[in-house]
């Protein structure tokens, strides 16, 4: 399957890197982890369901190293997986997925 992120979802991942980046040692953990977590992701994982989102499922996995988690819909019919919320403990409260 095919992995693409929202535009929310890439400015989360956006301002994780760069928040990485800036305090730890091992500059690359961040994106080794996220390539990692989305070549799981095209296999389209149907993990625990988190919460909705327009009505389809939304899951979760977390990136191996890191207290970040990548939330993700399964579009069977698009051949996707769209990545809705890049989310990490230092965000706070995990993200609210509502049926819209």
Known sequence: MKV???SEAQTQARQDR???R???DSKDVFDQDLSASRVFLA???KLAVY???AGRPVRRTQL???KVHL???IYEELNLVRIVSV?????GDAPVFDEE
């Open 64 to 66: 191996k190293r890191l």
């Open 87 to 91: 989310w990490g403990s230092h965000r």
């Open 4 to 6: 693409k992120y929202t």
């Open 51 to 53: 919460g909705l989102l």
């Open 22 to 24: 800036k305090y730890r």
């Open 18 to 20: 760069s928040r990485w």
């Open 43 to 45: 296999s389209g994982p």
């Open 71 to 73: 939330y993700y819909v």
